[in-house]
């Protein structure tokens, strides 16, 4: 896929993974826009060289917008009433001549809690959530376009993304790290680099109405993971809290209601996927390693 002439991205939300997403397509020859709320976040791709459109569920796309499209990635989450994307541009969409992917950033979070215990492409969703709900939802629409109308549409069930500038490095070297305690929690996550790999995968090798776990091999607590970063910065770990006396925001909570191990033998095996960071200590060592090249 190093050739990208002819070959169009087009984002709906260039927010950190998109972005990651774009930056190594147009590395490679595409031609990449995408969305922003707000005009200012236009203005700013625009300096980039991305082809910017402002865009919400009160202001639609400009028309001509998805002119000469190929792919696309839908990574908005849906609100209240819906999935802002489908709901405005579904039809726009399901007419584009000669579509050949869309990716759609679904969650893990679709799986519910799981006690701990494994899942896989293959398990029954029971969002336990709103947050999952909604996009179960969301889910079940994308992939109706494909049982409906041949849209080419694959679903990415992400776990927690990661990578530089989203790491705990600064909030430790801040002092506002925490280190929340709630035996048994697990979480999956993902360096936003080897997301990158996966998308990049699927389109070159398209399987519409695929749905993939998005995750990397070592589900680990939260805690654990605060703690191996602080020993990296040479910082002492913030104290364990326990989870009742954490104070923390409804959707911050929520975010402990659900533990599981995700699979990710599917990308590994259909899509040819090999982690560049296979868990999270490789991961954090190489943020850390860029952000200490970048301050050389």
Same mark, same amino acid.
Not at 225 to 241: C, H, Q
Not at 266 to 290: N, S, T
């Given at each position: ?12 939300? /260039? ?14 020859? %595409?031609?990449? @826009? ?16 991305? *082809? ?26 849906? !609100? ?20 050949? %992917? /869309?990716?759609? /950033?679904? $969650? ?21 959530? $709103? ?10 629409? %994308?992939?109706?376009? %494909? ?45 936003? !680099?080897? /997301? ?55 959707? *911050?909570? @929520? ?42």
């Amino acid at each position: 896929m190093s050739n990208g002439a002819g070959r169009h991205l087009f984002c709906f939300g /260039l927010g950190y993974s998109a972005l990651a997403l774009a930056q190594r397509l147009s590395g490679e020859g %595409w031609q990449v @826009s995408g969305t922003a709320r707000s005009e200012d976040r236009v203005g700013q791709l625009r300096a980039h060289g991305v *082809a910017g459109f402002r865009f919400d569920r009160a202001t639609p796309l400009a028309a001509g917008a998805l002119a000469g499209v190929s792919h696309i990635l839908v990574s908005i989450p849906p !609100e209240d009433d819906g999935d802002p994307v489908f709901a405005r541009h579904r039809d726009d969409i399901v007419a584009l001549p000669g579509l050949a %992917w /869309l990716g759609y /950033l679904s $969650t893990t979070g679709v799986y519910g809690d799981r006690a701990g215990g494994w899942v896989d492409e293959t398990s029954a969703p029971a969002p336990t959530g $709103t947050r999952g709900q909604r996009r179960l939802v969301a889910e079940r629409d %994308w992939l109706g376009l %494909w049982r409906d109308h041949g849209v080419p549409v694959h679903v990415f069930r992400l776990a927690a993304i990661y990578g530089p500038g989203r790491s705990p490095f600064a909030a430790l070297r801040a002092g506002t790290a925490r280190r929340i305690d709630k035996p048994g929690q697990v979480f999956s996550r993902i360096h936003v !680099e080897d /997301l990158v790999a996966v998308l990049h995968a699927s389109i070159a090798r398209p399987r519409p109405g695929a749905v993939y776990n998005v995750c990397d091999d070592a589900p680990a607590p939260p805690a654990d993971v605060v703690a191996y970063a602080a020993g990296l910065i040479g910082l002492t770990p913030p104290p364990l809290v326990p989870l009742a006396a954490a104070g923390l925001s409804p959707l *911050a909570r @929520s975010f402990y209601d659900e533990s599981k191990r995700v699979s990710n033998a599917l990308i590994k095996r259909e899509l040819a996927v090999r982690l560049r960071y296979p868990d999270y200590r490789r991961g954090l060592a190489a943020i850390l390693a860029e952000e200490n090249r970048a301050a050389r």
